[in-house]
């Protein structure tokens, strides 16, 4: 049993220490309140990618949205409710979030195609191997909660995809199928995307 009667008091400087990290866990906590973030939206309804504009259900693979509450990108409209940024690749969706991020604007949230939450399909499209597309608002996951194998041999609308999926083990096992590498969400820099 420990005696509290006689531990020595804090220092000044332990104070400070501890009130710092105090004051950084509370900070991360409202940085990660999820509260504020509108749920995913579907993309079926003729929308265009605010990367590269092509028609979103037009394509094969994962597509992905983000919403920006603050600050609005440069070249999408302010008018757009919520903020909503959405794209018809998770290439062209982390191509368009890195480049932003670099301009100080981040996103309150991002979505993309939750693989562990769909049945999804391989097909040949022009003697390349694609996985299906899935565009309704409950196929999609946070970004940040998804395991993501990057560079396999399955294609989506602009190539090389990062397929994402909830359960860690379906991405381990679609890995060993198709090759590619495992990554999470913050190893996705705007250098990974440059590279595929």
């Known amino acids: 049993m420990v005696d509290t009667h006689h531990q020595r008091p804090l220092t000044r400087r332990q104070y400070l220490a501890v009130a710092a990290a105090g004051s950084l866990t509370a900070a991360a906590g409202c ?3 999820d509260a504020d973030v509108p749920d995913p939206v579907s993309l079926d309804d003729g929308q265009v990618c605010d990367q590269c504009d092509m028609l979103i259900e037009n394509h094969p693979g994962p597509v992905g ?10 070249d999408v409209s302010d008018d757009r409710e919520d903020g ?15 480049e932003n991020e670099r ?7 991002i979505y993309l195609t939750d ?11 022009a003697g390349t191997t694609v996985i299906s597309a899935h565009l309704e608002a409950g196929e999609f996951s946070r970004a940040t909660e998804l ?50």
């Open 103 to 109: 301009r100080d604007t981040e996103p309150a949230g």
């Open 147 to 196: 395991t993501y194998t990057v560079d396999s041999d399955i294609e989506g609308a602009m190539g090389t995809s990062l397929i994402g999926f909830s359960s860690e083990d379906d991405a381990e096992s679609f890995q060993e199928d198709h090759g590619g590498m495992l990554l999470d969400h913050d190893d996705i820099t705007f250098e990974t995307i440059g590279s595929l």
């Open 65 to 74: 949205q983000a919403f920006y509450l603050d600050d609005t990108p440069q």
């Open 115 to 125: 693989y562990t939450a769909v049945e999804y399909e391989l097909f040949e499209d």
């Open 31 to 33: 940085l990660g309140d």
């Open 84 to 98: 909503l940024t959405h794209f018809c690749s998770s290439q062209c969706t982390y191509t368009f979030v890195r």
